[in-house]
């Protein structure tokens, strides 16, 4: 039997000292949501936790999610297990209330591994995803103008079958390119998990993180290195090799997750079954 963890986070960036705190709450009631479920497995537990933050206006995902250059919100999500280097991805979708649902559902449906925009949307409208007006997302953006900045979420589980899986979901940078996809949604770079290693999410600018793979670096190394370890070498790595600025939290086969990020502020939480 494994112990059961869980580490979640809810952006790396440079968010004003003033929203640290409720940001810091949405991630641990995020923790609580995905603990509470994962007697019934890793995946239940990452999507649970993310789901969550995707309800955050504080968070830059779902109702929390940064608007594009022409003031949309476009949104990327994916799901990994370790079991089967299963994954489902989204990217660039408009009208998607729980991306993270989404790409569960394209990785159960298992004929693809990530969908983006248009064909993405009548994917959710087949499976019976909840959709719902993209002026929902631009909407929740301006009421919550007081909160300028926002960042990616992320969850890593291991259950104590020693299940492990990874979810992710953002609204990518502010003021970005349209079509525009990050790291978030791309297996290996924003996300990763291999039943033989580990698991590993990402947050930050994405380009550096897609330049590096950075996700499967790290968890190549939770093979054979400790997860602090393998957490602050990939982010040095980030920096020296791509200028990269941003966060990881890791989580290996066995043993205590970790959290390392070169940016002023990252918010996460985790916990671990007692022993
Ligand atoms: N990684 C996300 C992206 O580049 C953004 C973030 O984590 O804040 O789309």
Redesign the pocket.
């Known amino acids: 039997m494994a112990r059961a963890a869980l580490i979640v986070h809810g952006?790396?960036?440079d968010r004003p000292v003033a929203e640290r705190p409720p940001t810091q709450a949405a991630v641990e009631a995020a923790l609580e949501a995905g603990w509470a479920v994962i007697a019934g497995g890793a995946l239940a537990a990452a999507v649970a936790a993310v789901r969550l933050m995707e309800d955050a206006p504080l968070l830059?995902a779902g109702l929390g999610a940064c608007l594009n250059a022409d003031g949309v919100a476009e949104l990327?999500a994916a799901v990994m297990l370790g079991d089967g280097l299963r994954a489902g991805a989204v990217g660039a979708v408009r009208d998607v209330r729980h991306p993270v649902d989404l790409a569960r559902e394209v990785m159960e449906e298992g004929r693809h591994v990530l969908l983006v925009g248009e064909g993405a949307s009548r994917f959710a409208a087949e499976r019976g995803v909840e959709r719902c007006d993209p002026e929902v997302f631009v909407a929740a953006r301006r009421a919550g103008e007081a909160a300028p900045s926002g960042?990616?979420v992320g969850a890593v589980a291991r259950d104590s079958g020693g299940g492990l899986a990874v979810a992710v979901s953002?609204g990518?940078?502010a003021g970005k390119r349209p079509g525009r996809i990050?790291?978030?949604p791309l297996v290996g770079a924003?996300l990763y998990a291999d039943a033989d290693a580990g698991a590993a999410c990402?947050?930050?600018?994405?380009?550096g993180?897609i330049r590096t793979v950075l996700c499967h670096r790290a968890v190549e190394r939770l093979a054979s290195g400790a997860a602090a370890a393998v957490a602050e070498e990939c982010l040095e790595l980030l920096a020296r090799r791509a200028g990269g600025r941003?966060g990881l939290i890791v989580l290996g086969r066995e043993g205590a997750p970790a959290a390392a990020w070169n940016t002023p502020h990252m918010a996460w939480a985790m916990r671990v079954e007692e022993a």
Do not use: K
């Open positions: 952006g790396a960036g830059n990327d960042d990616t953002t990518g940078l990050g790291d978030s924003g990402a947050t930050g600018v994405g380009e993180f941003g």
